[in-house]
C-alpha cells in the first residue's frame, strides 16, 4: 500500500530545490508593469506604448502602466531601466533614437545599448514626413533646398531633441543636398509641432502618425516622405528619393526591450502576447491609420537588428560630428 506520510515527506524535500524563478516567471505577471518612455506623453512613441500597454494589461490580466520620463533624446529612461530588476516588471520602448544614436551622440548616455538590454519584440516601424509652415513658399523638395540656398542658416527646423529622429533625418538631408539649415531643439515632438504650428520654426521632418492630423486640416503643408517608397498613408506624396537624392532614406522604429537578465521565460510570454496583440484587426487598423507598418518578429532577431542599426547610425552621429550637449 503506497505510504502517504512518506510520499508528502519527499515532496516536501523536493519542493524547497524548485528554483524561485520559476514560480515567479509561472505566473508572471503578478503585479502591474511599468513601460518606460522616453519622450513626452502624445508623441508617436507614447502612442505605439499605449496601444500596446492597454491589450497586453485587457491579454495579461494586470495594468500595463506607461510612464514618461523625457530628456536627453530618450536616454535618461532608457538609462532607469537600464538598472531595474531584470523580472520583467520595467519595459522600455526603444526607438532608433535610444538604442542606436542617443549612446554615440552622449559621452556618457548611463546604459550600454546592446548590453544592458535584450530585445523583447520589434512592433512597427515608418518613415518620417517632410513639413513646412504653409506660409513658406515652398511646395517641393527642389523648392525647398533653393528657397534655403539663398538664404543659407536662415531656415529654422524644429526637432523632438537632440539626436532624436526629427534631428537626425534633417542632418542628413542637409549633408545630401547641401543646406544650412538651423536646429531648434524641443523635450519631444508633441512640443515641436506645436510651435512649428505657431509659426517659430518653419519646417521638420517627423513620424507620419505625429503629423498627419495637422496635414489634413490644413495647418501644415507636406513635402515628401524619407522612406525607399512611397507611403500607403499618404500614396501621393513623393519621396526624398525620387525628388533627387535617390540613397536618402530614414526609417524610424519601435519595439519593446527589457533589462538584460531578465528571465527567458518572461521575455517568450511577452513576444508572444505582443504577436498576438499585433494580429487583432482594430490594434492593426490604428497602427496603420497612424502611418505605421506593423513588423513583429522573435525575440532574438529583435536584439541583431538592434545591434545592426546600432552600428549605422552611431557612424553618421560621427560622421557628422555631432555631440550632445
Keep these: 500500500m503506497l505510504n502517504l506520510k512518506a510520499c508528502a515527506f519527499a515532496l516536501s524535500l523536493a519542493l524547497p530545490w524548485a528554483p524561485a524563478g520559476a514560480w515567479a516567471q509561472a505566473a508572471y505577471p503578478a503585479k502591474p508593469v511599468k513601460v518606460v518612455v522616453g519622450f513626452t506623453a502624445g508623441g508617436p512613441t507614447d502612442v505605439v506604448a499605449r496601444v500596446i500597454a492597454q ?31 531584470p523580472d520583467g516588471y520595467t519595459l522600455y520602448l526603444a526607438v532608433q533614437t535610444t538604442h542606436a544614436v542617443a549612446p554615440a551622440l552622449y559621452p556618457d548616455v548611463g546604459y550600454d545599448p546592446i548590453k544592458d538590454f535584450r530585445g523583447v519584440v520589434r512592433i512597427v516601424h515608418n518613415p518620417l514626413m517632410m513639413v513646412v509652415d504653409p506660409a513658406l513658399p515652398v511646395r ?11 538664404r543659407p542658416g536662415k ?10 529622429s526629427p534631428h537626425m533625418s534633417v542632418e542628413l538631408f542637409k549633408k545630401v543636398s547641401g543646406v544650412e539649415l538651423t536646429p531648434v531643439h524641443y523635450k519631444g515632438d508633441s512640443a515641436a509641432i506645436v510651435d512649428l504650428l505657431g509659426g517659430q520654426v518653419q519646417m521638420m521632418m517627423s513620424s507620419i502618425s505625429g503629423l498627419l492630423p495637422n496635414v489634413q486640416n490644413g495647418k501644415l503643408r507636406p513635402i515628401a516622405v524619407t522612406g525607399r517608397t512611397r507611403s500607403p498613408t499618404m500614396p501621393d506624396l513623393p519621396t526624398i528619393a525620387e525628388s533627387g537624392y535617390p540613397d536618402f532614406e530614414v526609417i524610424t ?8 537578465r531578465t528571465p527567458d521565460a518572461v521575455v517568450a510570454r511577452l513576444n508572444r502576447e505582443v504577436l498576438q496583440v499585433l494580429k487583432q484587426p482594430e490594434v492593426r487598423e490604428k497602427l496603420t491609420g497612424m502611418g505605421f507598418e506593423v513588423v513583429p518578429n ?28
Aim: aromatic share 10%; no cysteine; charged share 20%.
Design 55 to 85: 491589450h497586453l494589461g485587457e491579454r495579461m490580466g494586470q495594468p500595463f502602466i506607461v510612464e514618461n520620463r523625457a530628456g536627453a533624446a530618450g536616454s535618461i529612461g532608457a538609462a532607469a531601466v537600464a538598472r531595474a530588476a
Design 298 to 325: 522573435s525575440a532574438e532577431a529583435f536584439s541583431r537588428f538592434m545591434a545592426e542599426e546600432n552600428v549605422k547610425w552611431g557612424s553618421l552621429v560621427r560622421e557628422l560630428g555631432l555631440k550632445g550637449q
Design 140 to 150: 517641393t523638395v527642389a523648392d525647398l533646398v533653393d528657397y534655403a540656398k539663398a
Design 253 to 260: 522604429w519601435f519595439g519593446l526591450v527589457a533589462p538584460a
Design 155 to 164: 531656415l529654422n527646423y524644429a526637432t523632438g531633441g537632440l539626436g532624436s
